[in-house]
């Protein structure tokens, strides 16, 4: 199993220009989160997903759209990107009704 | 927020010695959990303790949980120095399907 992978690994953006952060497990995880590292302030959540089909949105939402039609991939749109977007984002997935979350390797992004 | 907190932020020990670190929540849980994140890594589960569990143990991992003083700890006994990492707390509450990392201790483990 390849586990959960994310593509870039890095990018560099202008302000104003959009982008997919592609997040794929091949785990048959019902779950899948996005979540920003920022220094200092630990991971947060920014959407989730239990199951294709089915988004919601996490503590730092704005900025950013997910959706959810298979149940391997959940992408992370940057609409409009920002530096306030600048960040390490991982994505993560787990089993319905467990806790334990398994995590990409991350995507470094700086948006300029 | 319902981010917690963790303390120290820092922590530098030598090969052999005890790391001690605490993690504080704001809510009420039903279980929390540490990870460990190597430099440039993703987080990896270390180890979960339910909220009627008040300590413990997987190999050199010690927890304990103070749902009265809404704190954790986790202390790593005889470190290596590869278990020099980033660890993180996160806590569930046990509705809603959402996780709140701490701000997690850096660890670093002198040979």
């Known amino acids: 199993n390849a586990g959960v992978t994310q593509t870039p690994k890095f990018q560099v953006l202008k302000t104003g220009q959009s982008m997919t952060l592609q997040c794929a497990q091949d785990?048959?995880?019902?779950?899948m989160s996005w979540y920003r590292q920022d220094p200092g302030m630990g991971l947060r959540l920014i959407h989730y997903?239990?199951?294709?089909?089915?988004?919601d949105q996490g503590e730092v939402p704005n900025g950013y759209n997910v959706s959810r039609s298979t149940t391997e991939d959940f992408p992370l749109r940057l609409l409009s990107a920002a530096p306030s977007q600048t960040s390490v984002y991982f994505c993560?997935?787990?089993?319905?009704?467990?806790?334990?979350?398994?995590f990409g390797p991350g995507t470094r992004l700086t948006v300029t | 927020s319902q981010q917690g907190e963790e303390d120290p932020q820092a922590l530098s020990i030598q090969e052999g010695e005890n790391a001690t670190m605490n993690c504080s929540y704001k809510t009420s849980i039903n279980n929390l959990q540490w990870y460990r994140q190597n430099s440039g890594r993703g987080l990896v589960h270390l180890i979960l303790?339910?909220?009627?569990?008040r300590e413990k143990h997987s190999g050199r991992l010690r927890v304990t949980l103070d749902t009265s003083k809404k704190s954790s700890s986790l202390l790593i006994t005889a470190s290596r120095a590869a278990d020099t990492a980033s660890y993180f707390c996160a806590t569930y509450a046990g509705t809603g399907n959402q996780f709140y990392f701490g701000t997690g201790t850096s660890l670093t483990v002198i040979p």
């Open positions: 785990m048959n995880h019902e779950y």
């Open positions: 993560a997935s787990k089993y319905r009704g467990t806790y334990e979350q398994y």
């Open positions: 303790i339910r909220s009627n569990e």
């Open positions: 997903s239990v199951g294709a089909g089915i988004t």
